[in-house]
């Protein structure tokens, strides 16, 4: 049994085994939650996600796939960059955005992480509506198939936590 509970705050205050970063697919840092982990994290998060660019992701990381580095300072074994879609009116990429959550957990089984938090990919600079990114990540991390044993979503705002709470409730 997962258990998934909801805190609003900054992520990168979060005690886990793993954080999952709502990354793009350079790698190499940007803004929103990823600036913060970044920042809190120290350069050997980015140190490492330079090495993992050059060595498999030259390309960058595809959307809706995740990969785990150190967390450096963070009060966590490792953080999960996941790479969200941008939202579109014409297309419906929602397949991606629940692949971010399932490839993310997916890692964090393969690394043995028992608790996670996750911010709610793709809603900020992504543009995703809140309410439809909450539905798609609740049901996502609901039915997947994962040993992680706790699964935390941290909201930065109250707005957010709403969504995610009407979703889980
Ligand atoms: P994306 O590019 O995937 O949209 P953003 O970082 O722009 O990623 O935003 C994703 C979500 O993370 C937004 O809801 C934003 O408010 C939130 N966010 C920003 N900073 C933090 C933080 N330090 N902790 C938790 N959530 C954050």
Redesign the pocket.
């Known amino acids: 049994m997962t258990t998934i509970t909801l805190v609003q ?4 205050r979060q005690t886990a085994d793993a954080i999952v970063n ?1 990354a ?1 697919s350079s790698l190499l840092g ?5 600036g ?1 982990i970044h920042r809190r994290g120290g350069p050997a998060i980015l140190e490492e996600c330079r090495k993992l660019r050059a060595s498999h992701y030259g390309k960058g990381l595809p959307t809706g796939k995740a990969v785990a580095t150190t967390a450096g300072e963070l009060d966590a074994r490792w953080v999960i960059h996941t790479v ?1 879609p941008v939202f579109s009116q014409s297309e419906d990429r929602s397949d991606l955005l629940a692949s971010c959550y399932r490839e993310s957990l997916r890692v964090a089984d393969e690394l043995g992480a028992r608790t996670v938090a996750f ?10 509506p ?1 309410d439809d990114a909450a539905r798609i990540a609740v049901e996502t991390v609901r039915t997947a198939q994962t040993s992680v044993e706790e699964i935390t979503f ?4 109250e707005q ?1 936590y709403d969504a995610f709470d009407r979703q889980l409730h």
């Open positions: 705050g900054d992520i990168t709502a793009n940007g803004g929103g939650v990823d913060a969200g911010p709610a990919v793709s809603t900020g600079v992504y543009r995703w809140m941290v909201l930065f705002d957010a």
